[in-house]
């Protein structure tokens, strides 16, 4: 099988984002366009992992007003698919992706995700400040991760990074009082 990409788009209307995939064959020079159904946002998503035969999309959702906008289009297009906080399509080997499954909204802040996956789990670290939270595919739910007081107050600087060789995640940490002056 030859290389490929999928490369997600985003059309802009009037009020929605709509987020399409493509599937670009780089030995046959050739896109395959919209192998999924497009999922519709009002403000687009900031982290996209891959996990398995999955993809998973978080943060990026806003207001309640972005609920307002969504609950008004879906009774008038009930088939279309709604991006909320969080979304997982299972992918596969052909040149069509899947369906776009809804999944339980991140404890986290639902607009920014620093997220990185581990050992089959998805661990969100937070934004700005730590704030870790696990992700397990298997049960389908979030839980908050405790972390030793030495961390607390600690700031992200750089996006979290997973080093599975050595089974840890990779933190570029500022402020508290971790690090030295």
């Known amino acids: 099988m030859s290389p490929r990409i999928l490369v997600l788009s985003v059309c802009h209307d009037k009020k929605f984002k709509h987020l399409e995939?493509?599937?670009?064959?780089?030995?046959?020079?050739?896109?395959?366009?919209?192998?999924?159904?497009?999922?519709?946002?009002?403000?687009?998503?900031?982290?996209?992992?891959?996990?398995r035969e999955s993809i998973y999309?978080?943060?990026g959702y806003s207001t309640s007003e972005d609920v307002a906008d969504i609950?008004?289009?879906?009774?008038?297009?009930?088939?279309?698919t709604f991006y909320m906080g969080s979304a997982h399509m299972r992918l596969a080997a052909s040149?069509?992706?899947?369906?776009?499954?809804?999944?339980?909204?991140?404890?986290?802040?639902?607009l920014f995700a620093n997220s990185t996956c581990l050992h089959?789990?998805?661990?969100?670290m937070g934004f700005q400040?730590?704030?870790?939270?696990?992700?397990d595919p298997t049960s389908d739910s979030w839980e908050s991760?405790?972390?030793?007081?030495?961390?607390?107050?600690c700031f992200l600087s750089m996006?979290?990074?997973?080093?599975?060789?050595?089974?840890?995640?990779?933190l570029h940490l500022e402020r508290g009082s971790l690090p030295s002056p």
């Not at 609950?71 to 279309?80: A, G, I, K, L, R």
């Not at 089959?120 to 969100?124: E, F, Q, T, V």
């Open 21 to 51: 995939f493509h599937i670009v064959d780089l030995e046959n020079q050739k896109i395959h366009r919209n192998v999924s159904p497009p999922l519709f946002s009002t403000s687009g998503f900031t982290r996209m992992l891959s996990l």
């Open 57 to 59: 999309i978080f943060g």
């Open 71 to 80: 609950d008004s289009y879906v009774s008038q297009n009930p088939t279309d």
């Open 95 to 110: 040149d069509s992706v899947g369906e776009w499954c809804k999944h339980p909204k991140p404890i986290f802040g639902h």
């Open 120 to 124: 089959g789990k998805i661990y969100n």
């Open 129 to 135: 400040d730590l704030d870790p939270q696990l992700f």
């Open 145 to 153: 991760i405790t972390l030793p007081s030495e961390l607390q107050g």
């Open 159 to 170: 996006f979290a990074m997973p080093d599975p060789s050595h089974d840890r995640i990779i």
